[in-house]
Structure formats: C-alpha cells, structure tokens
C-alpha cells in the first residue's frame, strides 16, 4: 500500500493570522495486476503498463481497459499529487 503523502504548512509563531484550508487530489491507474495463471496454480501478468479506458466517462466501458480489457481494479492506483492544509486560527485569550 501507498502512502500517502500530506503537507501541512504552518504560520511563523508570532502571526495571528488565521490559516486557509485546501485539499487536493489526482490518481491514475498504473500496470494492471490481474494473475492469468491464478486457476492453473502459477503467477503471469499480461504486461500492460497504463490504463487507458475503452469508453468515455460516465459509460461502462470506462471502467475497462483498452489495452488488455481488465477491469480498472486489477490496475494500482497512483496518487499522482495530494496536499492537505488546515485551516487553524489561534485562540484569543483575552483581548487582542
């Protein structure tokens, strides 16, 4: 499994400036996985290497791979960019 990664940007110690919150996330679909000798009791990948869906988004061949016809599930998904940043705002104590 992937891990993913997050990046938290925080203001200098001083700032009471309150802090934004953004999110962001891209995957893709890398080689497919499916075992083709799995019945036969053996380990044999077809070697496709990307998947590129058959069909146009929102169909059932979307979902299907042009170049091998497997399933997008036997591919490995790839988090291709994730940052997360929190919105924090520090606390008033008192009057400021």
């Known amino acids: 499994m992937r891990k993913k990664q997050v990046v938290v940007r925080r203001s200098s110690a001083g700032s009471a400036e309150p802090m934004s919150s953004t999110s962001s996330l891209a995957f893709g679909y890398g080689e497919c996985r499916k075992?083709?000798?799995?019945?036969?009791?053996?380990?044999?990948?077809?070697?496709?290497?990307?998947?590129?869906?058959?069909?146009?988004e929102g169909t059932s061949d979307a979902l299907n791979c042009a170049a091998c016809g497997c399933h997008r599930n036997f591919h490995r998904r790839e988090v291709k960019m994730a940052e997360i940043v929190y919105e924090y705002t520090p606390p008033n104590y008192g009057g400021k």
């Open 35 to 56: 075992n083709h000798a799995a019945s036969l009791g053996g380990y044999a990948v077809d070697g496709c290497r990307e998947f590129m869906a058959s069909g146009e």
